[in-house]
Structures are given as C-alpha cells and as structure tokens.
C-alpha cells in the first residue's frame, strides 16, 4: 500500500569531493579511475583515498583513546532512533547549558543534534569553529543522551590539545557526530538514521547521515 504522504527527509550530510575541508595536515579526498569503460573494461572502478573525518562523520573512541574501540566495533544502536535538534546560533565559541536549556523537556530524546551555523561552511576549514563545552556534554548525558551531533568539524576548538569534550565523550560512553549539515532543519524531534561504516580498525567513518519527520 503506498502512502499517500510518505515523511520528509532530510539528508544532513556534508557533499564529499575534492575540496571538501580537513583539518589542517588531514588526508584529503582523492579519487582515481582503477577502470573506465572502454575497449579494456566493461565498468567504471574507482579507488578512493580520505581521512575517515572528512564530511559528515563519527568519531570512534579510538580516535582520542589509545585503547577505545574502532569504529568497526562500536555498537549501532546510538546512530539510529528519535533525537531533538537544537538550535544554538550565535552562541560564541562554546555551546553552553544556557543555549540550549530551552529544548531540554523531560521528554528529551536519546540523541541531541546541535546546529551553530546559520550556514555550514561545507567549501572551507573554520578555524573559529564553535565547539561544545564539557559541561554541556556532562548534563546531556546526565539526561540520558547516547549520542551528540554536532555542525561543526569537532566538539572540541580546533586547536585545543587536551580535548576536554571528546575526553568527556570517553568517560561517559557518547557517541558523537561531526560536520552535520542542519541548515535547512527546524528545532524539533525527529528520527536518526547514521550508520557508520564497519571499519574494524578505523579511527572515524564517514556516514550518510538523514532525518526522518515523525509524523
């Protein structure tokens, strides 16, 4: 039976190409022809070479833990279900309880997507990217929360050293997604769906990232 009003999606996942931004000294994309069709092949076969946190992407505790687990390894019930995206523009370089006290009811959904940008800048690195402060990541999972996106390229500043937010992703067992593109999405609830890539020795995948309207 088809539905006669099928819910809207939307694809929050940055486009991945060769001028996609990474963090400075990061692998960029790069894609080359292994086959294309002609007298000598049938099909077009590409290899692709990138940093697994290029465009829209999860974080694996690995990546700030000598002895977290790969991507590959992390279970997947965090990148799909009901989550609540949030706005905090203009909130300067930290996103602070205050910013966001105003969507977090008792109702709050496992998963919290936080939107800074009025527009994603999806052709350049930001080096005064906003981040996600410790706390705000402390009372997140407090409340239940699993899983934190975020619009920028990381939940810590872009030269912090320390990590104080990924550390407390560790301890606390969030998982995290980075480089979300929400330009387009209202505050709401919604449901998640983005699934990692099952790299069982990777840092980081890249996930085709969408949300789904609930009603």
Same mark, same amino acid.
């Given at each position: 039976?088809?539905? !006669? $009003?099928?819910?809207?999606? +939307?694809? #929050?996942?940055?486009p991945v190409h060769a001028?996609?931004?990474?963090?400075?000294?990061?692998?960029? @994309?790069?894609?080359? +022809?292994?086959?294309? #069709?002609?007298?000598?092949?049938? =099909? $077009?076969?590409? /290899? %692709?070479?990138?940093?697994?946190? =290029?465009?829209?992407?999860?974080?694996?505790?690995?990546? @700030?833990? $000598?002895?977290?687990?790969? #991507? &590959?390894?992390?279970?997947?019930? !965090?990148?799909? &279900?009901?989550?609540?995206?949030?706005?905090?523009?203009? /909130?300067?370089?930290?996103?602070? +309880? *205050?910013?966001?006290?105003?969507?977090?009811?008792?109702?709050?959904?496992? *998963?919290?997507?936080?939107?800074? @940008?009025?527009?994603?800048? =999806?052709?350049?690195w930001d080096a005064s990217?906003?981040? /996600?402060?410790?706390?705000?990541?402390?009372?997140?999972?407090?409340?239940?929360?699993?899983?934190?996106? #975020?619009?920028?390229?990381?939940?810590?500043?872009?030269?912090?050293?320390?990590?104080?937010?990924?550390? =407390?992703?560790?301890? *606390?067992?969030?998982?995290? %997604?980075? $480089?979300?593109? %929400?330009?387009?999405?209202?505050e709401g609830d919604y449901? %998640?769906?983005?699934?990692?890539?099952?790299?069982?020795?990777?840092? !980081?995948?890249?996930?085709? !990232?969408?949300?789904?309207?609930?009603?």
């Amino acid at each position: 039976m088809t539905r !006669a $009003n099928p819910p809207r999606l +939307w694809d #929050i996942s940055a486009p991945v190409h060769a001028a996609s931004p990474v963090y400075p000294g990061d692998a960029p @994309y790069r894609q080359q +022809w292994s086959a294309t #069709i002609g007298p000598d092949s049938t =099909v $077009n076969v590409s /290899c %692709l070479m990138l940093s697994p946190h =290029v465009g829209t992407h999860a974080d694996a505790p690995l990546h @700030y833990d $000598n002895d977290g687990a790969a #991507i &590959g390894a992390v279970p997947l019930d !965090a990148f799909i &279900g009901p989550c609540r995206v949030v706005h905090a523009m203009g /909130c300067g370089p930290l996103v602070q +309880w *205050r910013h966001i006290a105003h969507a977090m009811t008792a109702d709050l959904p496992p *998963r919290v997507l936080l939107r800074t @940008y009025a527009r994603m800048p =999806v052709d350049r690195w930001d080096a005064s990217l906003t981040a /996600c402060a410790p706390e705000t990541l402390e009372r997140l999972a407090d409340a239940g929360v699993v899983l934190v996106g #975020i619009d920028t390229a990381s939940v810590d500043p872009a030269d912090s050293r320390r990590l104080p937010s990924h550390q =407390v992703l560790r301890r *606390r067992g969030l998982r995290v %997604l980075e $480089n979300l593109v %929400l330009d387009a999405v209202p505050e709401g609830d919604y449901e %998640l769906i983005a699934l990692p890539l099952r790299l069982v020795t990777a840092d !980081a995948s890249p996930v085709r !990232a969408v949300l789904r309207a609930l009603a």
